[in-house]
Nanobody
Framework: VQLQASGGGLVQAGGSLRLSCAAS????????MGWFRQAPGKEREFVAAINRGGGSTLYADSVKGRFAISRDNAKNMEYLQMNSLKPEDTAVYYC???????????????WGQGTQVTVSS
């Protein structure tokens, strides 16, 4: 499955962005989906995950209550709604698909190319 992330940009602190991840090649209904991010000089870190049916989600403590992951299997899309953004949310955001409902990057087999999110103070 090929993944294409989009929707990043420059936003002021307190603002919102909605990231999208378009899948092609295979239906995502058979995969767990996730979002990770990587800031300059830092390791890739888990942001959120969603199970195959969309009824269960996981979040990193740093984004809980501010971000919301969702998916539309019929459209082969995954989303990340980001509210109350902070400068520390600045990173390249990656969507991922795999066979594990996991907060670990090695639980995912397929990765999008990343989309830059920059939050100014």
């Amino acid at each position: 499955v090929q993944l294409q992330a989009s929707g990043g940009g420059l936003v002021q602190a307190g603002g919102s962005l909605r990231l999208s991840c378009a899948a092609s090649g295979r239906t995502i209904s058979g995969y767990y989906m996730g979002w990770f991010r990587q800031a300059p000089g830092k390791e890739r870190e888990f942001v959120a995950a969603i199970n195959r049916g969309g009824g269960s989600t996981l979040y990193a403590d740093s984004v809980k209550g501010r971000f919301a992951i969702s998916r539309d299997n019929a459209k082969n899309m995954e989303y990340l709604q980001m509210n109350s953004l902070k400068p520390e949310d600045t990173a390249v955001y990656y969507c991922a698909a795999g066979g594990s409902y996991s907060n670990m990057w090695n639980g995912y087999d397929y990765w999008g190319q990343g989309t830059q999110v920059t939050v100014s103070s």
